[in-house]
């Protein structure tokens, strides 16, 4: 190996020209050190330096270092980076050099989770859930309860369902405890019955409002405590369950900290200023003061202006008080400031934008960095438009990305991306970009909703679930199939109200739009509204009888409003195809799921952008639209930021404040509470303030969003914004990030005149009805035509006699069946030749069924294509890049329908396991029987301690993915051909099947010395 001395050896090493600023980070001592690295500057190459640095100068050996970080893709480019880069270091007689350990938070909890659970009680068979899942149980608490759950009687079903698992995952990333919440929530109750009324002697309606959000979320605690003990009687965990074991373990049972620390002596975490309290605690609970080490070798890295993910219980101030957790003699900051992805220009609108943020109090004057161009990056081009009206803006972005392709500015679709604030825009630009034949990729569920096709299914499933829906029996009655008039929207408010006030009458009742749908009475409506009414109540009808799992029930839906009709006259279906595959996939793993558990988890993802699912491979050439929270970590050559208005971009909707959510905690409870807004006082004007103070965090957290959206762009950054929308009332002011963007002197600024044209100005306007198909659609008038000429030729077929030629041909078939009935019945013995070699698989359905196996052989007969057997193949290929990539580095790229099998298998031991051989084809000979086969996995005891058991050299792995029987004398043939291969003994070998599908492992015993005799008796 290659011995390190000076930094200048590195940077020929890595033919990288580090600068001072890196150099330093680089080389800091084998200490606790933080490195505050600004966005674009090369952090994950700094890492991957320091790593080998430390390597080369000897100071620790590959296989002692453990990275950590969040996603999949973020871990396989720092193992990459890692890995390539220590290989550099290799000489031509390093056959031993080991490899370092680079893996996901989650991923790492499941180690701490199997290796040490059992101490606690925990079964190593315990699985994760995700996503879908989560809501599925809360769905199946919300039905099994015994009685209504208090005040949230009231509330919509999916959003109980939804909020079960978002306070569930509040209490997990804080450990809170249930009783804390409880306590808190009844003195804070006690206070508010006490708080001083107004002059008149009534209680302010703030004060009203936050005593039924408590009692709210103390009945949503009572579900939570159902949730979690359900997941328990079904042995389950979701992410957060497992890292408050994981910091449990680590906290109670010192064997955990010395067992990691003694494997491994640095540790590198990237994106520490998005960690939870409880993954700041599990680490400082093996390396740092809750396990009382002082000075481990820890090396923070991260970026306080890019903590974006707050709400998902991310803690700021994790990073500022990082030498509180592992503390050492002379704390160690570094930080890194030379951007080298994005031109001057754009740094300049980045810097000027976060300047707030690094003055915020809540820093308290800490490290933050003012990003600086490198001297190697070309200039780039900062374009900021406004518009009259949102459609305009949305056209003109479409025109102008039309433009750069036409005219060869970009080299491929996939160069540009449109970011948005929220997912309300994303149709407006899907449907201009389409305008203009330019392919687009929706890169999250949330977005792809908004999409107008798919907006519609949505309504539909929303009313078959909720029929209380009124906004969705408005979009369905306006959208494109039946286009109601403004008038006839406004009779039916008039007679849902009036129903309403004659059902009041009798016991209480709320105005439902469904129920004028369903009697709109004699007068007030046009003929074409209620033929819309009765087309409406027949599919509601017909939807609601029909059964199936979720994905038959939605493409009912599709079919029912003839939306696959629509959509196949105009060619354009790659949207409801990504709908249709995510519902696929929630269908398949949960074939008894409800409408209502899919859309408690759509509309999570709509509201939270958890990124559960995406539409789509982002390998496409098209350009991509998502939201900027999924595009962290990514870049491009142009960026659109579109919508930049006050309301939109920065967001006013504070949907974490305890006052207003019951989901939400209170700050106090919170494990960076130093960090949030407390209540002064629990009166009226107490709780104004405490809502003012988190709209200012809010506002700060929507800055270092802008930051991240500002800094993906390389050369060209594009920010518009409007000043009208057609369905709003009144003007829209420009955000002050477009404010701030056109104060910074390099940027091309282009605004409007808001009264030079008042004729231009959107209002409110009374929808006709039309139509429907337009009737200047010629596509659909055509598809519209072409079904009623098809109609116009069915025929009735009456009886009578047949044509000639139809009795010749019927005669002929009959003569055929008398035949074939003739050959059947004959009673014929044929000696069937075994094929040579067998293969292992042959062989065990040979021994299971012999006469079926042979009758197979003697008239083999085409498969038809199995679902089952494409998921099996996937999943084998997945796993195999999975191990040939970099050891516990998630590939990035997962199938849709092997989603699950995935998720099992990466939250397994076996996901952390080394494999010294992944899919071994052999070939061996058992009584006299050449056979032949091929092994999934094989890992050896030395580099596997955690899976090989004890007295076993290693341990034979067969993969699962589906339900059915697996034969162990199959996994006998395995290890008898390993132990030929390799010369060892038999009973040294173990061996087992992994089940994708659950998650779980079944370990064999062997019956490896009666393989010759019951081969010999069926191979004779």
Not at 346 to 353: E, K, R, S
């Amino acid at each position: 190996m290659k011995t390190l001395t000076h930094i200048q050896q590195l940077s020929e090493l890595m033919k990288i020209p580090f600068s001072e600023e890196q150099a330093e980070a680089i080389t800091s001592p084998m200490a606790p050190s933080v490195i505050i690295a600004g966005a674009g500057t090369g952090k994950t190459t700094v890492m991957a330096a320091r790593v080998v640095w430390l390597v080369g100068t000897g100071a620790i050996t590959p296989e002692r270092v453990l990275g950590l970080t969040f996603t999949r893709k973020a871990a396989a480019e720092l193992a990459m980076r890692i890995t390539s880069a220590l290989d550099l270091l290799k000489d031509d007689d390093d056959s031993q050099f080991g490899v370092p350990t680079i893996s996901t938070y989650d991923a790492f909890a499941s180690t701490v989770v199997s290796q040490f659970g059992f101490w606690m009680g925990r079964s190593r068979d315990s699985r994760i859930i995700t996503g879908g899942e989560q809501y599925l149980l809360a769905d199946e608490v919300l039905r099994c309860i015994q009685e209504p759950p208090g005040t949230l009687a009231n509330k919509s079903w999916d959003s109980v369902v939804t909020n079960i698992p978002r306070l569930e995952s509040r209490i997990q990333s804080h450990l809170v405890d249930d009783d804390q919440i409880l306590q808190y929530t009844l003195r804070f109750m006690e206070g508010l019955d006490s708080a001083p009324r107004n002059r008149h002697g009534n209680v302010y309606v703030s004060i009203r409002e936050a005593q039924t959000i408590a009692e709210e979320r103390l009945a949503l605690l009572r579900l939570c405590q159902e949730y979690r003990e359900l997941k328990v009687k079904q042995g389950v965990l979701e992410f957060g369950d497992q890292m408050a074991l994981a910091v449990k373990l680590a906290g109670t049972l010192p064997i955990v900290g010395e067992d990691l620390r003694e494997r491994f002596g640095l540790v590198v975490v990237d994106e520490y200023q998005d960690t939870s309290p409880a993954q700041a605690r599990l680490l400082s609970a093996i390396f740092g003061h809750e396990a009382g080490i002082e000075g481990y070798p820890i090396t923070a890295v991260g970026d306080p202006l890019q903590a974006i993910y707050t709400w998902r219980g991310a803690a700021v101030d994790n990073i500022f008080s990082f030498h509180e957790s592992f503390p050492c003699a002379q704390p160690i900051i570094t930080t890194l400031s030379i951007n080298r992805r994005s031109g001057p220009q754009i740094l300049d609108v980045a810097n000027h934008i976060s300047a707030g943020v690094r003055a915020d109090p809540l820093l308290g004057g800490r490290t933050t960095v003012e990003l600086q161009p490198s001297v190697d990056t070309s200039d780039a081009q900062v374009t900021i438009r406004q518009f009259y009206t949102w459609d305009e803006e949305a056209e003109w972005i479409a025109e102008s990305i039309a433009g750069s392709g036409e005219s060869g500015q970009i080299e491929q679709w996939s160069h540009i991306a449109i970011l948005v604030r929220r997912h309300r825009e994303v149709g407006a630009l899907v449907e201009a970009c389409g305008r203009h034949q330019i392919p687009v990729e929706v890169q999250d569920l949330g977005g792809l909703i908004l999409v107008e096709s798919i907006s519609q299914v949505m309504a539909m499933m929303t009313l078959l679930t909720d029929i209380r829906a009124n906004p969705e029996v408005v979009e369905i009655l306006a959208g494109p199939r039946f286009r109601l008039s403004t008038a006839d929207l406004e009779s039916l408010g008039r007679r849902a109200r009036d129903l309403a006030k004659q059902q009041a009458q009798e016991s209480p009742y709320e105005e439902r739009l469904f129920d004028a749908v369903a009697n709109p009475g004699q007068t007030g409506f046009s003929e074409h509204a209620l033929h819309s009414f009765e087309l409406l109540v027949h599919d509601i009808e017909s939807l609601k009888s029909s059964y199936g799992t979720v994905l038959d029930q939605v493409r009912r839906i599709v079919a029912q409003i003839g939306l696959d009709t629509e959509i196949c006259a105009h060619g354009t279906h790659a949207h409801l195809d990504g709908f249709l595959d995510i519902v696929a996939s929630f269908s398949q793993v949960h074939p008894g799921a409800s409408l209502a558990s899919l859309l408690g988890y759509i509309r999570a993802e709509e509201e939270y952008s958890h990124g559960f699912a995406k539409a789509g491979s982002s390998q496409h050439d098209a350009v991509k639209i998502m939201t900027i929270h999924h595009a962290k970590g990514l870049e491009w050559e142009t960026v659109y930021l579109p919508c930049l208005t006050q309301g939109v971009f920065p967001g006013e909707r504070l949907t974490d404040n305890p006052i207003r959510s019951a989901c939400a905690l209170s700050t106090a409870l919170r494990s960076d509470w130093p960090a949030m807004p407390q209540i002064s006082q629990i009166t009226n004007a107490g709780l104004i303030t405490h809502g003012d103070d988190l709209k200012q965090a809010l506002r700060m957290g929507e800055d270092r969003l802008a930051y991240v959206a500002v800094t993906r762009a390389k050369s060209t950054l594009v920010m518009t914004s409007h000043l009208w929308r057609s369905e709003a009332l009144s003007q829209r002011t420009p955000s002050h990030y477009f404010e701030q963007a056109c104060e910074v002197g390099s940027s091309k600024v282009h605004r409007v005149d808001p009264s030079s044209d008042e004729g231009r100005t959107p209002r409110p306007h009374r929808r006709e009805a039309v139509a429907w198909p337009e009737e200047g659609n010629l596509i659909l008038s055509d598809a519209r035509d072409a079904v009623r000429r098809a109609m116009d030729s069915i025929v009735t077929w009456e009886s009578g006699d047949l044509p000639r030629e139809v009795v010749t041909q019927i005669e002929s078939w009959d003569e055929m069946i008398l035949i074939l009935d003739s050959e059947v019945s004959q009673d014929r013995v044929i000696d069937v030749p075994l094929p040579a070699p067998l293969s292992a698989s042959q062989l065990v359905r040979l021994r299971e069924d012999s006469e079926a196996f042979v009758q197979a052989l003697t008239r083999p007969m085409p498969r038809p294509p199995s679902q089952a057997a494409r998921r099996g193949t996937l999943f084998h290929q997945w796993v195999e890049q999975y191990y040939s990539s970099s050891p516990l580095v998630v590939q990035e790229s997962i199938p849709g329908d092997i989603t699950t099998l995935c998720t099992h298998f990466l939250t397994s031991p076996f996901s952390l396991g080394r494999p010294m051989r992944v899919e071994e084809e052999f070939v061996t000979t058992i009584a006299g029987h050449a056979i032949t086969g091929r092994i999934d996995a094989v890992f050896a005891a030395q580099e596997n301690p955690e899976l090989v058991p004890p007295g076993k050299a290693v341990l034979i792995v067969d993969w699962k993915t589906g339900f059915g029987h697996a034969d162990p004398q199959q996994l006998a043939v395995y290890a008898r051909a390993w132990a030929a291969m390799k010369n060892i003994d038999t009973h040294k070998v173990a061996a087992g099947f992994f089940f994708a599908a659950t998650g779980q492992f079944v370990d064999v015993d062997l019956d490896v010395d009666s393989i010759d005799e019951w081969v010999d008796a069926i191979c004779p």
